[in-house]
């Protein structure tokens, strides 16, 4: 059942009342000559009308082109000309601005997490803020082992707005992802993968009004956490009991030896350093591996405030 859809310039209307403003739009179905228009069961008012969402009809709840104001409150479809041919027409009114809740203001607040972080090297005189470069060694110059680790406080921005259309796939989609680009958050200058969305809420709400159509909208909660240092990606010390011997293509793992407390070589029962290829490390110049462990997302279809 193929259909072609076309709007009827001559069905474009308009009234103003001294609170509203309405239009309303009409549109041409044509379903072609092959379509079985016996089977109402296929073929009615609602299969019509429910077909149009994916055509250049609006949907209820859009708005009017040019006029953000004025939304589809009603639809409805009839016969026209013959069997093969509908006649869709849209009407549009207006929500004032006072009386419209996604119009107002996010809420913004500010917080804070606390982590435990592991830590490697310190501040000396001339280093930056967040760029450290004495790197944290015993007196022997050997990496402490356990490592040495310290609280971190990471900034956490929740948003609360109201908005017109939502979809409760986002949740999944974007939760616990990272953005994919540089932008801003509520006045904060964001790197890509320096924003992790820790939650999402989404609240269907409707304003009951007496005299006109109901207004839905939904009440959205957004938690972001910001890390300036990124998330991605996770970087991990490289060791491990087995390293690959020099020279072997073959990729032969080899089980490290030490020496115990009377001179015998032993198997290492704690993980030795890696050199980053898989061989032997030294403490002098600690190699990390690195894995992207959270997705990145597009953001922007979220619409998340850029100032407070």
Same mark, same amino acid.
């Given at each position: 059942?193929?259909?072609?859809?076309?709007?009827?310039?001559?069905?474009?209307?308009?009234?103003?009342?001294?609170?509203?403003?309405? @239009?309303?739009? =009409?549109?041409?179905?044509?379903? *072609?000559?092959?379509?079985? #228009?016996? +089977?109402?069961?296929?073929?009615?008012? $609602?299969?019509?009308?429910?077909?149009?969402?994916?055509?250049?009809?609006?949907?209820?709840?859009?708005?009017?082109?040019?006029?953000?104001?004025?939304?589809?409150?009603?639809?409805?479809?009839?016969?026209?000309?013959?069997?093969?041919?509908?006649?869709?027409?849209?009407?549009?009114?207006?929500?004032?601005?006072?009386?419209?809740?996604?119009?107002?203001?996010?809420?913004?607040?500010?917080?804070?997490?606390?982590?435990?972080?592991?830590?490697?090297?310190?501040?000396?005189?001339?280093?930056?803020?967040?760029?450290?470069?004495?790197?944290?060694?015993?007196?022997?110059?050997?990496?402490?082992?356990?490592?040495? @680790?310290?609280? =971190?406080?990471?900034?956490?921005? *929740?948003?609360?707005?109201? #908005?017109? +259309?939502?979809?409760?796939?986002?949740? $999944?989609?974007?939760?616990?992802?990272?953005?994919?680009?540089?932008?801003?958050?509520?006045?904060?200058?964001?790197?890509?993968?320096?924003?992790?969305?820790?939650?999402?809420?989404?609240?269907?709400?409707?304003?009951?009004?007496?005299?006109?159509?109901?207004?839905?909208?939904?009440?959205?909660?957004?938690?972001?956490?910001?890390?300036?240092?990124?998330?991605?990606?996770?970087?991990?010390?490289?060791?491990?009991?087995?390293?690959?011997?020099?020279?072997?293509?073959?990729?032969?793992?080899?089980?490290?030896?030490?020496?115990?407390?009377?001179?015998?070589?032993?198997?290492?029962?704690?993980?030795?350093?890696?050199?980053?290829?898989?061989?032997?490390?030294?403490?002098?110049?600690?190699?990390? #591996?690195?894995?992207?462990?959270?997705?990145?997302?597009?953001?922007?279809?979220?619409?998340?405030?850029?100032?407070?």
């Amino acid at each position: 059942m193929s259909s072609t859809v076309n709007e009827r310039l001559e069905g474009q209307a308009g009234e103003e009342t001294a609170k509203t403003r309405a @239009q309303t739009r =009409e549109f041409i179905v044509e379903y *072609s000559s092959d379509t079985d #228009v016996s +089977n109402i069961a296929t073929y009615n008012s $609602s299969v019509v009308l429910a077909l149009s969402g994916s055509t250049i009809i609006p949907d209820v709840g859009e708005p009017f082109p040019g006029d953000g104001r004025s939304y589809c409150t009603k639809r409805r479809a009839i016969l026209y000309k013959d069997k093969y041919h509908w006649l869709v027409t849209c009407w549009h009114e207006t929500v004032s601005i006072e009386e419209d809740p996604t119009t107002e203001d996010p809420v913004i607040s500010f917080d804070s997490v606390q982590y435990t972080r592991v830590i490697e090297k310190a501040y000396q005189t001339g280093d930056a803020r967040g760029a450290p470069t004495k790197a944290i060694l015993n007196s022997a110059d050997d990496p402490f082992d356990p490592p040495i @680790q310290q609280p =971190e406080s990471r900034t956490l921005i *929740s948003v609360t707005q109201n #908005v017109r +259309n939502f979809r409760e796939e986002w949740i $999944s989609e974007f939760e616990n992802t990272i953005n994919d680009r540089e932008t801003r958050i509520a006045g904060f200058n964001v790197g890509v993968g320096q924003a992790r969305m820790v939650r999402i809420n989404a609240v269907p709400k409707t304003l009951v009004r007496e005299e006109l159509w109901d207004l839905d909208y939904w009440e959205v909660s957004f938690q972001v956490e910001l890390d300036p240092d990124g998330y991605s990606p996770l970087k991990i010390l490289d060791q491990g009991f087995n390293y690959i011997p020099e020279g072997d293509s073959a990729g032969t793992k080899t089980k490290f030896t030490v020496l115990d407390d009377a001179g015998e070589e032993t198997f290492a029962n704690e993980p030795q350093l890696l050199n980053g290829i898989g061989g032997k490390g030294s403490a002098d110049d600690p190699k990390y #591996v690195e894995y992207y462990t959270y997705w990145e997302a597009d953001w922007r279809v979220l619409n998340l405030p850029r100032t407070v």
